[in-house]
């Protein structure tokens, strides 16, 4: 199946196809799309690499696994290309920004390669590579002071659709922020994207109401620390110190936009969360009642081998200005379990955390060592089996709390978002409450995509609750 990434106006379309695949976080899917929106103009969207003359891996290089989970697609597109010669594939990315010399040379497949820093540089790689007949590497970060936005998207709202594959308009990414300037000794992500570069505050608002004349309902805004996002517009005397700082007042001015959307935000670094950030739940309703706020460990020994810049007691102080704002809000996390030299009571009190906060949900995961990290380097790493346990524990420790959590749910009136229709159920529809949990509603009569209504729980489970519509 193809999917046309022109406006159906067009009398003209691309002849050539492109399929992208996409792995990690959020930031790698609004990626995809701004690299669909650079090849607009000479590919349409194919679902199917095998239809595909251009095929594109977005990387993810957080763990080691989604790595070699690369390397494994590689060896399949391998075996494609050689039956499809005119086949061109890119690898774009974490990866491609760490590893890329070295896959460059050991894995010939590959027609380009190209960081996360050079994505908008895609077009120009494609063209070199078909006129030398040469493999094209672009990584590194360009020496500009603020990303660049699709300015295509930005100037014609009404004219270009670029959805990546399997995602709909209805909720979508708006890039702020990229890099981070912490420097976790666990954490790849400064190698791989960068120091902090944030985008001005008027081009934020243009990509957002792009998305919104597009019948955007929920804006994501997206940064590997959001938080910190204007520090650097700050430095350069690009904008003024205020009161609250630079993401609180694009937060506010955003906020004033007149249409009925919900605007939610991630990730954000503990350490620079700050009060005022968390009083502006209890004021706006289109904030939600749902917040990520990544601890990775319940220790004050692992966080400071981990350079997290805060203590379990002031991440506690965080959780508490949050509930104070709103009492009912919904906390989820991101945990490390196995981290360098982390004994039985560094786990244990990383626990008692989960115990008490009562996440809603969390990502946990075992510690993977990753090159160009200091805690590769650290003694005293953990034994895997005692990772596995670990891991196990905490999650079943979560998911029985996920599910009290649910089921207090039962019977409760929610105002849910309605994102996609099932694929599986005939007339079932999913969207997400102000507290981001998932909901399913069965609805024959009218089609629900896009619409923002009142619901009944009816029942719950781990992942998912069921809700009959209330009448609007």
């Not at 499809?84 to 990315?93: Q, T």
């Not at 493999?135 to 500009?144: D, E, N, V």
């Not at 959780?319 to 991101?334: C, G, H, P, V």
């Amino acid at each position: 199946m193809t999917v046309s990434l022109q406006d159906p106006k067009h009398t003209m379309a691309p002849q050539k196809t492109v399929s992208i695949e996409t792995y990690g976080c959020q930031m790698n899917v609004a990626d995809s799309e701004d690299m669909l929106a650079a090849l607009c103009d000479e590919y349409t969207l194919s679902t199917s690499a095998e239809k595909s003359d251009l095929v594109i891996l977005n990387t993810c290089h957080i763990r080691e696994k989604a790595y070699h989970k690369v390397v494994s697609r590689l060896g399949k597109l391998r075996l494609l290309k050689e039956k499809h010669h005119k086949l061109r594939i890119v690898v774009a990315g974490c990866v491609a920004q760490a590893e890329g010399k070295k896959m460059l040379r050991s894995l010939p497949m590959i027609d380009i390669i190209v960081g996360p820093g050079r994505i908008h540089d895609l077009k120009t790689l494609l063209k070199d590579h078909e006129r030398y007949k040469t493999p094209q590497l672009a990584i590194g970060f360009p020496k500009k002071t603020t990303p660049t936005t699709d300015t295509q998207e930005t100037q014609e709202p009404q004219t270009k659709l670029h959805l990546h594959p399997g995602k709909n308009p209805v909720s979508r990414f708006v890039t702020i922020q990229s890099g981070c300037d912490n420097y976790c000794t666990f954490c790849v992500v400064p190698h791989t994207r960068g120091h902090e570069i944030s985008v001005k505050q008027e081009d934020v608002h243009k990509k957002v109401q792009s998305m919104l004349a597009r019948g955007a309902q929920e804006i994501f805004l997206l940064g590997q620390n959001v938080n910190s996002y204007g520090a650097d517009l700050l430095r350069e005397g690009i904008i003024q110190a205020s009161k609250n700082g630079p993401f609180y007042d694009l937060l506010t001015s955003l906020l004033k936009i007149d249409h009925h959307f919900r605007l939610r935000f991630t990730t954000s670094n503990p350490h620079d969360f700050t009060y005022p950030l968390s009083q502006l739940f209890r004021h706006h309703q289109r904030l939600g009642k749902y917040y990520h706020l990544p601890v990775q460990s319940g220790s004050a020994h692992i966080l400071q081998a981990m350079k997290r810049k805060v203590t379990p007691s002031e991440y506690m102080e965080k959780i508490s200005w949050l509930r104070e704002s709103i009492k009912d809000m919904a906390i989820s996390t991101d945990i490390i379990v196995g981290f360098p030299g982390e004994s039985d009571d560094d786990f244990d009190a990383t626990y008692a955390m989960v115990q008490e906060v009562q996440y809603s949900f969390i990502y946990a995961f075992r510690y993977s060592p990753r090159n160009h990290t200091p805690a590769k380097r650290f003694a005293h790493q953990v034994d895997e089996d005692i990772k596995a346990k670990r891991l196990l524990a905490l999650q079943q420790l979560q998911d029985s709390i996920t599910c009290k959590l649910n089921e207090k749910e039962i019977g409760q009136t929610r105002e849910v978002l309605f994102l996609y229709p099932s694929s599986k159920e005939k007339h079932a529809y999913y969207g997400r409450t102000e507290h981001f949990r998932l909901v399913k509603v069965v609805s024959p009569k009218q089609p629900l995509t896009g619409k923002i209504l009142p619901v009944n729980i009816i029942k719950a489970s781990k992942t998912t609750l069921e809700a009959q519509l209330l009448s609007t």
